[in-house]
T-cell receptor, first 112, second 114 residues
Framework: NAGVTQTPKFQVLKTGQSMTLQCAQD?????MYWYRQDPGMGLRLIYY???????DKGEVPNGYNVSRLNKREFSLRLESAAPSQTSVYFC???????????FGQGTRLTVV | GENVEQHPSTLSVQEGDSAVIKCTYS??????FPWYKQELGKRPQLIID?????GEKKDQRIAVTLNKTAKHFSLHITETQPEDSAVYFC?????????????FGKGTKLSVIP
């Protein structure tokens, strides 16, 4: 039982490049989320998927897109990376939105 | 949307003393309030949560209190130990129908001095 697995762990991008962060959970959770964490800013919700087949914007969705590929997988795409997207990204999942969220190990993304 | 304020941003206590972290929220509809602990370089992990139908919840050395009228909730850690040193985040959300926004506070860095 691996929990929530996200890849890659580290990534450096040049401004304007694109990339996809992958996330998979093996706990049969319905809800999945993408957060970004910046120093002094806490965790801010980018996008979430309340259940398979649905996605919705969170607090800071601009510059990102998501895909809920199936119940296990939820990917985050940066179409044209900007230095402001330098951050640590966490994927998380939960049974329902008002239950414990389990986080992945994080992806440290640097955009130069 | 929901706004969560968390204080203090940093807290230093002597080992064995108690630590209290306070959060306020803005949306009176919020009814689920979790607390997460994040050790340096690690992922956040839930340590305790409370729902709006109770005023207090305890788990060993950790307790959370909720005052719905004042819209604030607090984390209490007693008999602190060095392994309690971490960043703690409070959060709030409404679990009913509609848009979901689990909103986090900005975090409190707790340092327990041996």
């Amino acid at each position: 039982n691996a929990g929530v697995t996200q890849t890659p762990k580290f990534q450096v991008l040049k401004t304007g490049q694109s990339m996809t962060l992958q996330c998979a959970q093996d706990m049969n959770h319905n809800s999945m989320y993408w957060y970004r964490q910046d120093p002094g800013m806490g965790l801010r919700l980018i996008y979430y998927s309340a259940s398979e087949g649905t996605t919705d914007k969170g607090e800071v969705p601009n510059g990102y897109n998501v895909s809920r590929l199936n119940k296990r997988e939820f990917s985050l795409r940066l179409e044209s990376a900007a230095p402001s997207q330098t951050s640590v990204y966490f994927c998380a999942s939960s049974v329902w939105r008002d239950t414990e969220a389990f986080f992945g190990q994080g992806t440290r993304l640097t955009v130069v | 949307g929901e706004n969560v304020e968390q204080h203090p941003s940093t807290l230093s206590v002597q080992e064995g003393d108690s630590a209290v972290i306070k959060c306020t929220y803005s949306d009176s509809a919020s009814n689920y309030f979790p607390w997460y602990k994040q050790e340096l370089g690690k992922r956040p992990q839930l340590i305790i949560d409370i729902r709006s139908n109770v005023g207090e919840k305890k788990d060993q050395r950790i307790a959370v209190t909720l005052n719905k009228t004042a819209k604030h909730f607090s984390l209490h850690i007693t008999e602190t130990q060095p392994e309690d040193s971490a960043v703690y985040f409070c959060a709030a959300t409404y679990s009913g129908a509609g848009s979901y926004q689990l909103t986090f506070g900005k975090g409190t860095k707790l340092s327990v001095i041996p």
